[in-house]
């Protein structure tokens, strides 16, 4: 499983808990900070972007510019990152 620093780790969290309340977190409710490491947990395969459709984005900057709306969600991997960092605390 892949390393998270203390940023990823709080993002990843807070995705998962908004994946499992309400479907993910749209990317209004994140600051800029927060969606940069969106960003990269979206490239390490442990969090997806969904459009208001429910496909994927082109691209995020391209759906950012455009005023698109989206939403990032966990996948597999990021569950499994969250359950290793549990486990890890045990």
């Known amino acids: 499983m892949p390393h998270l620093n203390h940023s990823e780790l709080a993002v990843l969290r807070l995705?998962?808990?908004?994946?499992?309340?309400?479907?993910g977190i749209a990317l209004g409710e994140l600051t800029d900070d927060e969606t940069d490491v969106c960003g990269q947990?979206?490239?390490?395969?442990?969090?997806?972007?969904?459009?208001?459709?429910g496909e994927a984005?082109?691209?995020?900057?391209?759906?950012?510019?455009?005023?698109?709306?989206?939403?990032?969600?966990m996948?597999?991997?990021?569950?499994d990152a969250l359950a290793e960092v549990r486990d890890r605390q045990r």
């Not at 947990?41 to 459709?53: K, P, Q």
Request: net charge negative; aromatic share 4%.
């Open 41 to 53: 947990l979206v490239e390490r395969g442990l969090a997806e972007t969904l459009s208001e459709f």
């Open 57 to 73: 984005p082109d691209g995020e900057e391209d759906e950012r510019d455009a005023g698109g709306h989206h939403v990032f969600r």
């Open 75 to 79: 996948t597999g991997r990021g569950v």
């Open 15 to 23: 995705i998962h808990e908004a994946d499992r309340d309400r479907g």
